[in-house]
């Protein structure tokens, strides 16, 4: 099986007209200061655990517009704060007592989520000694971040195999959705002497805030080994989620499932046919996100050789059918991800420009069907995080952090 190395997005963080952020481009002097501090800070093992030497972070934000954010550093997860956009944050609060490794780049990293009432859900993959192998762990916040459970392990399977790329989704009532790649089913073949091509989805729930989980079920097998996964909660309060699967024939394009209720999964649909055959892990998963109406926005990459990119496309009838791709991007683009509020939808990725990481973004405002130019909103010569959108119910913000530089919120409403 080969791998294929996510770009490469190298040298100083060049943001212009941030809003609602922190102020992300300095004068070259006070910028190159702040790198050096920071890459001391990073290197210095007694130093205080800070966002800037995490590679990854992901955040979300609570019912009062607070930006919660979560990274990894020195084998512990930590929370963060902010009520002001970004400007600032509390002192970091760490989530697992006890030591462990933690897998926190490129399309891993730990994730958050918030329900109605503010409970604070993490999740993260905890990484083995076997080569990769890991297992799923959760923990959550009923008292607004102050302190967090001790950590358990939601995959039941234990075995020093592959339970990785973990994505989690909230229910309105507070259901907790978590699910993840999962090598069971690959081991079983093995012993078997059988042959299993990619592995497996598996998926686990809670609906009693995280005190018990259901035993794992199986979405579907003979998924890709190492795509990030996304998922999302319909109208109806049931998870979709997307995935990039293994089809017939060693086509690597993507697959989605809506859930009938929270203890069945539906049929596999495909999304998107691009044909993409490819025995290796393209570590470019989907992007999906659903309107309050229940049209499902999709985005995702291919390297398709008749026809590579970036694509997008919609769907009215729940997944089962979608619209004909639009294809955004071509070479040097990647990971996109998408977000709808109402009929407005965003779609951010990353490209190489031949010298500086872009984030380029482009909208909708009619449910997808047209979409402006895309621009840049956002760039950096040095090594940089993948783009992602959230919201606070009233404004999208891209997401973003770059190598120990502070972590960034962007408001692309006006963009």
Same mark, same amino acid.
């Given at each position: 099986?080969?791998?294929?190395?996510?770009?490469?997005?190298?040298?100083?963080?060049?943001?212009?007209?941030?809003?609602?952020?922190?102020?992300?481009?300095?004068?070259?002097?006070?910028?190159?200061?702040?790198?050096?501090?920071?890459?001391?800070?990073?290197?210095?093992? #007694?130093?205080?655990?800070?966002?800037?030497?995490?590679?990854?972070?992901?955040?979300?934000?609570?019912?009062?517009?607070?930006?919660?954010?979560?990274?990894?550093?020195?084998?512990?997860?930590?929370?963060?704060? #902010?009520?002001?956009?970004?400007?600032?944050?509390?002192?970091?609060?760490?989530?697992?007592?006890?030591?462990?490794?933690?897998?926190?780049?490129?399309?891993?990293?730990?994730?958050?989520?918030?329900?109605?009432?503010?409970?604070?859900?993490?999740?993260?993959?905890?990484?083995?000694?076997?080569?990769? #192998?890991?297992?799923?762990?959760?923990?959550?916040?009923?008292?607004?971040?102050?302190?967090?459970?001790?950590?358990?392990?939601?995959?039941?399977?234990?075995?020093?195999?592959?339970?990785?790329?973990?994505?989690?989704?909230?229910?309105?009532?507070?259901?907790?959705?978590?699910?993840?790649?999962?090598?069971?089913?690959?081991?079983?073949?093995?012993?078997?002497?059988?042959?299993?091509?990619?592995?497996?989805?598996?998926?686990?729930?809670?609906?009693?805030?995280?005190?018990?989980?259901?035993?794992?079920?199986?979405?579907?097998?003979?998924?890709?080994?190492?795509?990030?996964?996304?998922?999302?909660?319909?109208?109806?309060?049931?998870?979709?989620?997307?995935?990039?699967?293994?089809?017939?024939?060693?086509?690597?394009?993507?697959?989605?499932?809506?859930?009938?209720?929270?203890?069945?999964?539906?049929?596999?649909?495909?999304?998107?046919?691009?044909?993409?055959?490819?025995?290796?892990?393209?570590?470019?998963?989907?992007?999906?996100?659903?309107?309050?109406?229940?049209?499902?926005?999709?985005?995702?990459?291919?390297?398709?050789?008749?026809?590579?990119?970036?694509?997008?496309?919609?769907?009215?009838?729940?997944?089962?059918?979608?619209?004909?791709?639009?294809?955004?991007?071509?070479?040097?683009?990647?990971?996109?991800?998408?977000?709808?509020?109402?009929?407005?939808?965003?779609?951010?990725?990353?490209?190489?420009?031949?010298?500086?990481?872009?984030?380029?973004?482009?909208?909708?405002?009619?449910?997808?069907?047209?979409?402006?130019?895309?621009?840049?909103?956002?760039?950096?010569?040095?090594?940089?995080?993948?783009?992602?959108?959230?919201?606070?119910?009233?404004?999208?913000?891209?997401?973003?952090?770059?190598?120990?530089?502070?972590?960034?919120?962007?408001?692309?409403?006006?963009?």
């Amino acid at each position: 099986m080969k791998f294929i190395t996510p770009f490469l997005f190298l040298a100083t963080l060049a943001v212009s007209g941030c809003a609602n952020g922190p102020a992300l481009a300095t004068a070259d002097d006070a910028k190159q200061h702040n790198v050096n501090e920071a890459k001391s800070a990073c290197a210095n093992a #007694s130093a205080q655990p800070s966002n800037q030497c995490a590679e990854t972070i992901s955040a979300a934000f609570d019912g009062k517009g607070g930006l919660w954010i979560t990274w990894a550093n020195k084998d512990h997860v930590y929370v963060q704060l #902010s009520g002001d956009k970004g400007q600032s944050f509390t002192a970091p609060v760490m989530v697992n007592a006890n030591a462990e490794k933690i897998e926190a780049k490129g399309e891993y990293r730990p994730k958050i989520k918030l329900d109605a009432k503010g409970n604070i859900y993490l999740t993260w993959t905890q990484k083995l000694e076997g080569h990769h #192998s890991g297992h799923i762990r959760f923990s959550r916040s009923t008292d607004e971040g102050r302190h967090f459970s001790a950590p358990v392990t939601v995959n039941d399977n234990r075995d020093n195999i592959g339970h990785r790329f973990d994505s989690m989704a909230v229910g309105k009532n507070g259901e907790i959705f978590i699910a993840w790649l999962d090598a069971r089913d690959v081991e079983e073949a093995k012993k078997a002497g059988k042959k299993f091509d990619g592995t497996s989805l598996y998926y686990s729930w809670s609906n009693d805030g995280g005190e018990h989980f259901y035993p794992n079920k199986r979405i579907a097998t003979h998924t890709c080994q190492c795509c990030r996964l996304d998922t999302a909660i319909a109208p109806d309060n049931t998870p979709v989620i997307t995935w990039r699967h293994v089809f017939e024939g060693g086509i690597r394009d993507h697959g989605l499932v809506k859930f009938n209720d929270w203890n069945t999964p539906g049929d596999t649909q495909r999304l998107g046919r691009d044909n993409w055959k490819i025995d290796a892990c393209p570590h470019h998963g989907p992007g999906l996100s659903i309107s309050d109406s229940g049209i499902y926005h999709a985005v995702w990459f291919s390297g398709s050789p008749a026809n590579p990119g970036l694509f997008y496309a919609y769907s009215t009838d729940s997944g089962r059918h979608f619209s004909a791709p639009v294809n955004f991007a071509k070479e040097g683009a990647g990971h996109p991800h998408v977000l709808a509020l109402g009929a407005k939808v965003k779609v951010v990725w990353q490209e190489f420009d031949g010298t500086n990481n872009v984030i380029k973004l482009m909208k909708s405002a009619d449910n997808g069907k047209t979409w402006s130019k895309p621009g840049v909103i956002a760039q950096t010569a040095k090594s940089g995080d993948q783009p992602f959108l959230i919201s606070d119910g009233q404004k999208t913000y891209l997401s973003w952090k770059t190598q120990q530089q502070d972590y960034g919120l962007i408001s692309i409403d006006d963009k």
